[in-house]
């Protein structure tokens, strides 16, 4: 009897170390499952997010005066080749200057002072009337039926603007390329003399 109790007693605790070994190892597989689940999600998310950003993508916004008080703002953007023409709209918050979207209507205060054109070489230009002293903040923003929304912000300042010119633009959209260009003599140490 003590043999066959020492017997079982073997057994279950040989029962113990499997059952305990064989848990542990299912937990660790749990874990491992769960991982895998949400490395795969986690890869879908990128490749959904890429497919969204690489749809269309605002590339500059660059502004200038037309006379003194008038904005002009052009909105540069990417699309995918073959692509349909994107809808634009320039927002200041939540409130809409225009669009060139028919279904969606402009505020009335910006009906006669702020108009949205489509142009070729994917520019959408804003040209605005009556630009108020001091800081504005404008939106410019890319929308294709299928696909998500581009935008971009800047902050114009009215006492800082620009008239509209080649230089203007230069200034506003190659800055980098500017400077060095004029800084080029001093950096080669160039005599002038």
């Not at 874990?31 to 997010?49: E, N, S, V, Y």
């Not at 939540?94 to 910006?110: C, K, N, Y």
């Not at 903040?137 to 509209?164: D, H, R, W, Y």
Request: glycine fraction near 6%; aromatic fraction near 8%.
């Amino acid at each position: 009897m003590t043999h066959f109790m020492l017997s079982l007693r073997r057994k279950s605790d040989l029962y113990c170390i499997y059952s305990r070994h064989h848990t542990a190892e299912h937990r660790g597989g749990l874990k491992t499952h769960q991982r895998r689940t949400l490395g795969r999600m986690l890869l879908f998310t990128i490749i959904l997010l890429f497919g969204f950003t690489s749809a269309q993508k605002v590339v500059q916004l660059t502004y200038c005066s037309i006379g003194e008080n008038h904005l002009r703002m052009d909105c540069k953007y990417a699309l995918p080749q073959e692509s349909p023409e994107p809808f634009c709209k320039y927002t200041q918050g939540e409130r809409l200057l225009d669009t060139t979207d028919p279904d969606e209507e402009q505020h009335a205060p910006f009906k006669n002072r702020a108009k949205a054109r489509l142009f070729p070489g994917n520019i959408c230009r804003l040209l605005f009337k009556n630009l108020p002293n001091g800081k504005s903040n404008f939106t410019c923003n890319i929308k294709q039926a299928e696909s998500g929304t581009a935008t971009k912000t800047s902050v114009v300042e009215k006492m800082l603007l620009l008239p509209c010119s080649a230089w203007s633009v230069l200034f506003q959209s190659c800055s980098g390329l500017l400077l060095t260009l004029m800084t080029l003599p001093v950096l080669l140490e160039t005599h002038w003399l």
